[in-house]
Nanobody
Framework: QVQLVESGGGSVQAGGSLRLSCAAS????????MGWFRQASGKEREGLAV???????QYADSVKGRFTISHDKVKKLLFLQINSLSPEDTAMYYC?????????????????????WGQGTQVTVSS
């Protein structure tokens, strides 16, 4: 079992930046992936970025160049740097984890493959 707790959300002006964090209760010596997802009001949850235990990453095409995922394996922290925020980025942001995963795999950002989820942190961007 893995507990995940997100933080770092808030209200920002368009054009600003945010760094979201996710604290994990444990990691494993096995390969794992940790990812960021978001869900805007009235929309389906979408996968944004994933990083695996080797540091390999994969991004959704919609966020490439603007979002950066990283992790601190020692501190068991996952990060998402979001730049050039726009009102379309307003959503609840979630981190998620799964084991036995390699980031550079087709379909790795499918949410139904992730069994562990945090409660989410709200990001609101005003114009």
């Amino acid at each position: 079992q893995v507990q995940l707790v997100e933080s770092g959300g808030g209200s920002v002006q368009a054009g600003g930046s945010l760094r979201l964090s996710c604290a994990a209760s444990r990691t494993t010596l096995d390969t794992y992936c940790m990812g960021w997802f978001r869900q805007a009001s009235g929309k389906e949850r979408e996968g944004l970025a994933v990083i695996d235990s080797l540091g390999q990453t994969q991004y959704a095409d919609s966020v490439k160049g603007r979002f950066t995922i990283s992790h601190d394996k020692v501190k068991k922290l996952l990060f998402l740097q979001i730049n050039s925020l726009s009102p379309e980025d307003t959503a609840m942001y979630y981190c998620a984890a799964r084991f036995g995963c390699v980031a550079r795999t087709s379909g790795v950002l499918r949410q139904n493959l992730f069994p562990y989820w945090g409660q989410g942190t709200q990001v609101t961007v005003s114009s």
